[in-house]
């Protein structure tokens, strides 16, 4: 990651049993990507599943992730 906010939140969690999600994706990329957790609206047959997103900024402080 450009930053270190990430582990200096999760530290931070450590104390509430609480981490950030980060995901392990099979790229080029060389991190960890940061995961926003998301949810299905309407669930049921046929409906598009829910998609996960990939932050490419940090959410704390702003800085380009690389890739
Ligand atoms: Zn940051």
Not at 13 to 29: D, G, M, Y
Not at 31 to 41: F, H, K, N, S, Y
């Amino acid at each position: 990651m450009a930053c270190t906010c990430v582990e200096t939140v999760n530290e931070k969690l450590k104390e509430r049993n609480t981490r950030l999600t980060q995901a392990i994706v099979f790229s080029p990329r060389k991190d960890d990507c940061l995961m926003l957790v998301t949810e299905q609206i309407e669930t049921g047959r046929g409906k598009p599943k829910a998609v996960a997103m990939f932050l490419t900024y940090c959410p704390f402080c702003g800085v380009a992730y690389d890739g």
